[in-house]
């Protein structure tokens, strides 16, 4: 599964969030710590978003290569600085297309979004939940993929509830179809992270002035905190909230 993280704080340059700290991103491409069985590595491309000036808008750049083959990692993404970044490595679920495209975060507006994990029976199991988005949201897919759907089904949700409530509700709808799905989202607006953990690993560490939420810890300081399955945490600096989600029953059942 791939590895997702996203920092608020002191403005940093990109190329420091993604390679910093004894497990960064960068490393856990190539040495993840707690893939759970979703593959061995994260070689399939990554991607970057952060908000240019603290901006409304955030700013991507994705590449379908391995993260640690790109120059821009240790060239322009150097020069970049941000009091916000999500950054993620993609290990492609089996049939899906390796494209740029298809590397998290997506973004639109002020928003970024991620996924770890897959739904399980794609495309079928969840084509009800397609049909219930205009068709021109399906048209504007990122990629083909569970993930770009998954990120659509919130951006629509966006519109008329809070990010917590987005990503929960989408959660929700998705495991009543897919029961067995492993659904890690993670969502931010360059002031806040919202994250869920369904099935797959998360951590966050939140300070006065830091918060971070990642797949795994990124370094070796004190206070991170395991978000336990079937959670979702809410962070920025100086607040964590950590809460259940609500998961239908055929998901519990088969835990
Ligand atoms: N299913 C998603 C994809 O193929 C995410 C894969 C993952 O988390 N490893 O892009």
Not at 29 to 56: C, K, L
Not at 77 to 87: D, P
Request: aromatic share 6%; proline share 7%.
């Amino acid at each position: 599964m791939c590895r997702h993280v996203g920092y608020l704080g002191p403005s940093r340059t990109v190329a420091e969030v993604l390679t910093e700290g004894p497990h960064s991103l960068l490393r856990q491409s190539w040495a993840p710590a707690d893939m759970r069985g979703g593959g061995t590595i994260n070689a399939d491309g990554f991607g970057v978003a952060w908000w240019p000036g603290g901006g409304e808008t955030v700013a991507a750049y994705r590449n379908a290569a391995p993260i640690w083959t790109d120059p821009a990692v240790v060239g322009i993404l150097t020069q970049v600085r941000s009091s916000g970044v999500v950054a993620a490595v993609r290990s492609a679920t089996v049939g899906m297309p390796i494209t740029a495209d298809a590397c998290a975060p997506f973004t639109d507006g002020r928003w970024a979004f991620s996924h770890n994990g897959r739904i399980d029976g794609w495309p079928e199991s969840v084509a009800a939940l397609a049909e219930w988005l205009p068709a021109v949201e399906l048209l504007k897919m990122p990629a083909l993929t569970d993930s770009a759907l998954l990120w659509t089904l919130v951006r629509r949700r966006l519109g008329t509830s809070s990010p917590a409530d987005a990503l929960r509700e989408v959660v929700a709808e998705v495991l009543e179809a897919a029961p067995t799905s492993r659904l890690n989202l993670l969502l931010c607006d360059g002031a806040g992270v919202w994250a869920t953990a369904v099935d797959h690993a998360l951590s966050v560490r939140v300070d006065d002035v830091t918060a971070v939420v990642a797949s795994e810890p990124i370094d070796d300081r004190d206070g991170w905190v395991t978000v336990p399955d079937g959670h979702a945490v809410e962070a920025r600096p100086g607040h964590v909230a950590i809460t259940e989600l609500t998961t239908p029953t055929a998901y519990r059942e088969g835990r």
